[in-house]
């Protein structure tokens, strides 16, 4: 079964008080490099998958894009994407990432946010992006870095004083549900490594163009010191792919 933690009240109100929910793409700290990695969208239909409160899709119509279609399970972040959004080329649709059923080459672009470490099947959902992209389509995700997923924790390792001494990592090669603790307790993510995550995009008839482990945005870093510590180790994962 599909967990839908987004709906829960408690969740969903913790989760609108995010940078991210907050301040949009400005206060996302990965932005800065998967921004960089948006291709030219103009006259392009495009696909957001976990489209959240639909910020990227909105960014995505406003990049010159045809048409944009966000799915997401959650009615609640449905709702609040189309009372913000006002752009005629931009629709939302409630439904899971993996039950995504359009006609084949149907996107010039697919894209997600951190929302492929929620699905269990990643290669189920890499072979109908596949099929759903058209020729020399291209597939542009972030989810979280495997490095931050392995240990179900999901937390630093502190010393006797309460301070953070280090990132411990466990279990690693262990591909398989991780019951964390995110706003909430009881948040189910699948962990998968580096290397799943780019052998199945290639198995399934991609080339890699771009693999990036993004540095806190330096923007965001001068406002809130506390961040520096993202800087000793990756949290998130950024993979561009294009059809072959």
Known sequence: MKQNKYDEPDFYEAYKQMPRSVQGLKGAGEWHVLKSLVPDLVDKKVLDLGCGFGWHSRYFYDQGAKQVIGIDLSEKMIQTAREMTNQEGVDFKLGAIEDM?????????????????????????????????????????????????????????????????????DHYQEESIRQTSFLTDHVVKYHRTLTTYLNTLLEAGFSIERVEEPKPDPDLLAQNPEYKEELRRPMFLIIKAKVR
């Open 101 to 169: 059923a359009f006609e084949a080459g149907s996107f010039d672009m697919i894209f997600s946010s951190l929302a492929l470490h929620y699905v269990m099947s990643y290669q189920d959902v890499v072979n109908n992006v596949k099929q759903l992209l058209a020729e020399e389509g291209e597939f542009l995700f972030s989810v979280e870095h495997p490095i931050f997923t392995a240990r179900a924790e999901q937390d630093w390792m502190y010393d006797s004083k309460g301070n953070i001494d280090h990132w411990p990592i």
